[in-house]
């Protein structure tokens, strides 16, 4: 098979794999080309605002597992291949060159076995770095089931590692992918949480949460992701929206993937990681999901709204962090502001703040936006629906490398 249909075939069967963003890691250069400080994996923004890019291909999609959910289970008549590592490393270095990306993802279907397939993905990555001083970014994905030796030696050559638990509960897990060991996976994450340094694993490690394939609710789900913040410290948690590739009994029975409740997921991950919320200020028992018309923060404000109004010039930098509309950036400005004068409407306006979500939830010199008397959860709720921007539901998840 010619190398160019090799990397059709293999570019496409990762695409269903999310766990990738940017990674803010620097690797020490003297000799060799590549810059970590500023790559991503596939399309994803750098803190500096730039729309990076990864080389982001299975070593290959040919696994002796049978997930129910993946395109690439052995029970499905697809087109397969697999890359020599040669091959992996010549592409890498051909589209570095031509400015196409800015490192490589790299992951796996699983050969024969677990260790067999992780010593193919460290050869492949042994080359890049040793043979042709790849200094760049690089993102693998680790096998679960792999010995700990192997995860060492991959942790020691890559800037991040992904484990991925895939579904958020073991029952989920035995059902959907009676090949994979929850304990495994847990092991893993064990492994390098205690072996990470600056040069293992720099970037830390990540993981991937299906959503939809199975029926957790998003309060089973964020449980997880805190659990795991917590335990393991992962850099971060990725939600990947269930695509109907497969048909069988024990999955659902969808058309579209369901984008919208992934997008109310990473909000509402980023509120647990840069807004000091916890799962349960967001969901409990009596409200398990999020209303996907609605950011997570707003849906929790509407169902507290005995906490609002706040006042913009005394309450404290917690307490704006809880407003919608305003983050860490215009939280700090506020409160560097209302130093030298009281803060006014206007002046927010100024300063960048989303009024249109905030505007429901704040008083400025004890003054509402509007009659106060609309101060109620049905006006907000009505309000905020009719100026939220939409979240259009498409099945484009990244760029194709080849044009139909």
């Not at 042994?126 to 790849?134: A, E, G, I, P, S």
């Not at 948690?237 to 590739?245: C, G, I, K, L, N």
């Not at 909000?267 to 647990?272: C, G, R």
């Amino acid at each position: 098979m010619e190398l160019k249909e090799k990397l059709k075939i293999l570019a496409d069967s990762a695409k269903y794999d999310a766990s990738c963003s940017s990674s803010g890691v620097k690797r020490a250069s003297e000799k060799g080309f590549g810059n970590t400080s500023y790559s991503g994996i596939c399309h994803t923004f750098s803190s500096d605002g730039r729309c990076v890019s990864l080389l982001k291909i299975l070593l290959t999609n040919c696994c002796i597992y049978d997930c129910k959910y993946c395109l690439n289970r052995k029970s499905n008549h697809i087109e397969r291949a697999i890359f020599e590592p040669e091959e992996i490393c010549k592409i890498t270095i051909n589209f570095y060159k031509r400015n196409y990306i800015e490192g490589l993802f790299l992951s796996s279907g699983v050969m024969k076995n677990a260790d067999y397939t992780m010593e193919k993905i460290i050869e492949t990555i042994t080359l890049l770095r040793q043979k042709y001083h790849f200094k760049g970014y690089i993102h693998a994905k680790s096998i679960p089931g792999a010995s700990d030796y192997l995860i060492k030696k991959l942790g020691g050559l890559v800037d991040r590692m992904s484990i991925n638990i895939e579904l958020p509960t073991q029952s989920s897990l035995k059902l959907l992918a009676p090949d994979k060991d929850n304990q495994n996976i847990s092991h893993a994450m064990a492994l390098v949480k205690e072996n990470k340094s600056k040069v293992f694993v720099p970037a830390g490690q990540s993981t991937q949460l299906i959503i939809g394939a199975s029926p957790e609710t998003d309060f089973n789900i964020l449980g997880e992701s805190e659990n795991l913040y917590q335990k393991y410290h992962l850099k971060r948690v990725f939600y990947s929206a269930y695509v109907p590739v497969n048909k069988d009994k024990l999955l659902p029975n969808i058309v579209m993937p369901p984008l919208k409740r992934e997008h109310r997921l990473y909000q509402a991950d980023f509120l647990l990681r840069f807004y000091n919320f916890k799962v349960s200020d967001l969901l409990d028992d009596s409200h398990t999901n999020f209303n996907v018309l609605l950011d997570p923060k707003a849906d929790w404000a509407i169902r507290h709204l005995n906490e609002f109004p706040k006042e913009i010039n005394s309450c404290s930098y917690q307490e704006l962090l809880k407003i919608p509309g305003i983050g860490p950036k215009g939280a700090k400005k506020i409160i560097s502001s209302r130093r030298y004068f009281e803060i006014t409407f206007e002046d927010l306006k100024k300063m960048n703040i989303s009024l249109k979500r905030a505007k429901y939830f704040i008083l400025c010199k004890g003054k509402y936006f509007m009659n106060k008397d609309f101060f109620n959860a049905s006006f907000i709720m009505n309000n905020l629906l009719l100026e939220q921007d939409e979240i259009k539901e498409s099945t484009e998840r990244q760029l194709c490398l080849f044009h139909e």
